[in-house]
C-alpha cells in the first residue's frame, strides 16, 4: 500500500537553530500534503497545506515565517522550523492524500520528535 | 468550521471486554469518517473508515457505521485485547480539500 515517511524520526536541537523535516510519498504522487502538529497527550492539529508548486496555505494562528514549508517536488514537501525554541518542541507530523472523492485516503507519516533545548 | 467530539478517557478494560469508542461530528457537506489508532512512540495508522451514511468500517475487529442522522461514527470491539492498548483518534475529512480534523484522542488501556 502506499506509504509516507518522514525523516528524521527524531531531533534534538539547540535554541536559536533551525530544523528542517522531510516528508515523502514513497509510491505516490501528491500536489498536496498536510502538516500537523501533536502535543503530548492531544490530539493534531493542522498546521497547513503544502500545494506542490504554488505556496503553502497556513491554519489561523500558524506563523507562515517560522513554519516555512517548501513542496519541492510531488514526492517531497520540507517542513523548516526557524530559530527554533523550547515552545517549538513536538511531534510534527505529514500527510499526503491519495485517491479522489469517496476513494481518498490520508496517509500519514510515522512523525518527527523534535526537542529544542 | 468542522468538528469531531470524542468520547473523553482514558477507558481501562479487561481482556475480552466489549469496547465502544463514541464519536459524533458537525461538519458541512458530507465527509469521509475515519478511526486512526496510535501505539506509543508511533505514527498514525489507518484503522478503519466509512465514506457515506450507513457504510460500515470494519478492520482487525473493529467496526464502526456512519450514521448520519446522529452525526455519530462510534468505535466498537466485541472482545478487546492487551495489544489493542493505544490512542484512538475519531476523524473526518473534506473529500475535496482532503484536509482532516481529529477528536482530541482516547486512550484506551486493556488489562490482562
Known amino acids: 500500500g502506499a506509504v509516507v515517511s518522514q525523516h528524521p524520526s527524531w531531533v534534538i536541537c539547540k535554541s536559536g537553530t533551525s530544523v528542517k523535516i522531510e516528508c515523502r510519498s514513497l509510491?505516490?504522487?501528491?500536489?498536496?500534503m498536510f502538516w500537523y502538529r501533536q502535543f503530548p497527550k492531544q490530539s493534531l492539529m493542522l498546521m497547513a497545506t503544502?500545494?506542490?508548486?504554488?505556496?503553502?496555505?497556513?491554519e489561523q494562528g500558524v506563523e507562515k515565517d517560522k513554519f516555512l514549508i517548501n513542496h519541492a517536488s510531488l514526492t517531497l514537501s520540507t517542513l523548516t522550523v526557524t530559530s527554533a525554541h523550547p515552545e517549538d518542541s513536538s511531534f510534527y507530523i505529514c500527510s499526503a492524500p491519495l485517491g479522489t472523492g469517496d476513494r481518498k485516503t490520508q496517509y500519514f507519516g510515522p512523525g518527527t520528535r523534535l526537542l529544542v533545548l | 468550521g468542522d468538528s469531531v467530539t470524542q468520547m473523553e478517557g482514558p477507558v481501562t478494560l479487561s481482556e475480552e471486554a466489549f469496547l465502544t469508542i463514541n464519536c459524533t461530528y458537525t461538519?458541512?457537506?458530507?465527509?469521509?469518517l475515519f478511526w486512526y489508532v496510535q501505539y506509543p512512540g508511533e505514527g498514525l495508522q489507518l484503522l478503519l473508515k466509512a465514506t457515506k451514511a450507513d457504510d460500515k468500517g470494519s478492520n482487525k475487529g473493529f467496526e464502526a457505521t456512519y450514521r448520519k442522522e446522529t452525526t455519530s461514527f462510534h468505535l466498537e470491539k466485541g472482545s478487546v485485547q492487551v495489544s489493542d492498548s493505544a490512542v484512538y483518534f475519531c476523524?473526518?475529512?473534506?473529500?475535496?480539500?482532503?484536509?482532516?480534523?481529529f477528536g482530541d484522542g482516547t486512550t484506551l488501556t486493556v488489562k490482562p
Open positions: 509510491d505516490f504522487q501528491a500536489t498536496t
Open positions: 476523524a473526518l475529512s473534506d473529500s475535496n480539500a482532503g484536509k482532516s480534523t
Open positions: 503544502s500545494n506542490e508548486g504554488s505556496k503553502a496555505t497556513y
Open positions: 461538519a458541512t457537506g458530507y465527509p469521509s
